[in-house]
């Protein structure tokens, strides 16, 4: 294979780091399909013309062992090499793989615009404690804080008189008259 603007050891790394991404047990060696698949989208390999997130996954399945469900690096670049004619058309296959790994060399996985945190003044007004009301306003002290156990329970009293009882803590004194 020609060295020429591109090194495999950078491809290596941004391998290892789409390999690993979201998988906490991943040890960066071996990549799963849909890291591959991210990969490619990261990458802009898949361009949705030439190649499609379907060919990729096909790619994939072939390149992999039978019963296995991850692909080495080894097996990675045979798979880039499969790809990088039809991603590049009209271009040698050494040019089309140069040409794919600049495209992957740097690049990380991007965690951009993957969850959308939604701000809506519905929201805003569901979850301001200062309009509560009732039992509800109870569980919050002035700041908004919640009070946590304090506030949502009943606690129990253990002074042995009965809850609505206006005379409690005054047995000693009416035994010490006696």
């Known amino acids: 294979m020609a060295e020429g603007t591109v090194s495999v050891a950078e491809v290596e790394t941004a391998f290892q780091k789409f390999a690993v991404?979201?998988?906490?047990?991943a040890t960066g060696k071996e990549m799963n399909g849909k890291n591959f698949v991210k990969l490619c989208k990261d990458c802009k390999i898949i361009d949705g013309k030439n190649v499609t997130t379907t060919d990729v996954d096909i790619v994939f399945s072939k390149n992999k062992a039978k019963s296995a469900r991850v692909?080495?690096?080894?097996?990675f670049n045979q798979a880039l090499t499969e790809l990088a004619p039809k991603r590049f058309k009209g271009k040698s296959k050494e040019e089309s793989l140069q040409q794919l790994y600049s495209l992957i060399v740097g690049k990380e996985p991007a965690n951009i615009g993957v969850t959308k945190v939604a701000k809506a003044a519905a929201v805003d007004r569901l979850?301001?404690?200062?309009?509560?009301?009732?039992?509800?306003?109870?569980?919050?002290?002035?700041?908004?804080?919640g009070k946590g156990k304090v506030g949502r329970a009943d606690l129990p009293d253990d002074s042995g008189y009965v809850g609505a009882y206006k005379g409690s803590g005054s047995y000693d004194e009416k035994v010490k008259d006696a």
Do not use: L, M, P, V
Request: aromatic share 10%; glycine share 10%; hydrophobic share 15%.
């Open 21 to 25: 991404h979201g998988d906490s047990k």
């Open 71 to 75: 692909i080495t690096f080894e097996q």
């Open 127 to 145: 979850t301001d404690t200062t309009k509560y009301t009732g039992a509800h306003k109870e569980r919050f002290d002035e700041s908004g804080k």
